[in-house]
């Protein structure tokens, strides 16, 4: 990783305290005199979390990558389903158990095949399987990449205006119902595995690192505007929460309302990948040593943080605390401090036992370190 792109680490670390700040939350809003500003801070304004998380994987994707190179279709898959696709399987089985442990319920073969296909054992899964759709129309991207890459800002605008209209549409427009069970099925949770719901912040991952050296230059040279544009559409989306608050709605039916896939919510996370690299990058001392452990561990974080939630709030309702924004917050902190803790402990369980963090996390087995002795020196060709 050179100098440059630590923002994009830096990134995935507050991307990743985002995503625990929707998620506490929304958990905060299931008691009475839950403070509705909080809750702005913790699920609003965070709204950016999920969908740069594409921005970043895309990211990660193309740096480097030959668009008219040789490309093995087959190793790719083996190398990304190894990353995302046997965790997912894994934390799947682990939520599910906890579930059944918890309500003593089972499933049909054919409810825990929805399940799995659609990433329905935890409300965090499915973002996984949405990389996987992405991953495996690998090849699309390719294609159309070549076209964006030599003039991407006209493509990327069209990309955006389309998005707009897709995503609400797909919100608050479509209401087609079925008689056949499996296409309501695939209409009712096509949140969870279409890809066309987060298709440009993910084009526009892969345009950064495909165009690297423009990208930075653009953003110091814009850093005045895109720091403008993101904290206007950020009061955008809040004044738009704010208002249907106003107008009779709950904190529970305006986050409904006010995401990020609404065309504000399109906006404000087009605005904030921008200005999270713009002001992330060149980032030193204590808030870059902060980040750089969240960007290093959001991925095991990301997949443990709803239970330790879960056995934090039976805590918490065991005890009969009031739920108020200061408990909230202490919450919000506790969650990441025991997320890391676990994401720390099998990091290193994972350099003694290899299995473990291949299957927790799609880790790869680690290099020796001792030298092979009695063996003649060779020069790679």
């Known amino acids: 990783m050179t100098e440059r792109n630590y923002a994009i680490q830096y990134t995935r670390g507050i991307a990743m305290l985002g995503v625990i700040g929707i998620h506490v939350g929304a958990y905060s809003l299931g008691f009475p005199n839950a403070s509705i500003h909080l809750f702005a801070l913790l699920d609003i304004f965070t709204r950016f ?4 998380f594409f921005f970043l994987s895309a990211f990660g994707l193309f740096l480097n990558h030959d668009l008219t190179g040789q490309f093995s279709y087959t190793d790719f898959l083996k190398r990304r389903f ?3 696709l046997l965790p997912y399987t894994i934390w799947s089985i682990i939520y599910l158990v906890n579930y059944a442990l918890s309500t003593r319920t089972f499933w049909s073969l054919q409810t825990l095949i929805e399940t799995f296909f659609f990433g329905l054992a935890s409300y965090h899964l499915y973002f996984l399987v949405i990389l996987l759709w992405f991953y495996i129309l690998m090849p699309l991207w390719r294609i159309m990449l070549r076209q964006i890459v030599k003039s991407p800002l006209p493509h990327l605008v069209f990309l955006l205006i389309l998005q707009i209209a897709f995503n609400y549409y797909s919100s608050y427009a479509l209401h087609f119902q079925s008689d056949n069970y499996i296409v309501n099925l695939f209409i009712r ?3 969870n595995y279409l890809v066309l719901h987060y298709l440009f912040i993910f084009i526009l991952g892969a345009v950064a690192a495909l165009r690297f050296a423009d990208f930075t230059a653009f953003i110091k040279k814009q850093r005045l505007t895109i720091t403008t ?3 206007a559409s950020l009061g ?4 738009n929460y704010y208002w249907l608050l106003a107008n009779g709605l709950s904190a529970t039916e305006a986050a409904g309302i006010v995401h990020q896939l609404n065309p504000l919510g399109v906006i404000y996370t087009l ?3 921008l200005f999270f690299f713009a002001l992330l990058d060149g980032a030193s001392g204590l808030t870059a040593a902060t980040l750089d452990i969240f960007g290093r561990y959001s991925y095991p974080v990301y997949l443990v943080h709803p239970l330790v939630l879960e056995y934090l709030a ?3 309702i065991k005890t009969n605390f009031p739920l108020t924004p200061p408990l909230v917050i202490a919450i919000f902190l506790a969650v990441i401090l025991f997320s890391l803790s676990i994401a720390a402990i099998i990091k290193n369980i994972s350099q003694r036992f290899y299995l473990i963090g291949l299957l927790l996390t799609g880790s790869k087995k680690p ?3 001792v030298k092979p002795t009695n063996i003649p020196h060779q020069v790679n060709a």
């Open 236 to 239: 955008a989306l809040l004044a």
């Open 49 to 52: 979390s999920v969908p740069i």
């Open 189 to 191: 949770y096509r949140l």
């Open 82 to 84: 190894r990353a995302v």
């Open 229 to 231: 544009g993101f904290f």
């Open 367 to 369: 290099r020796s370190t």
């Open 271 to 273: 605005a904030a990948s």
């Open 314 to 316: 039976r805590l918490i």
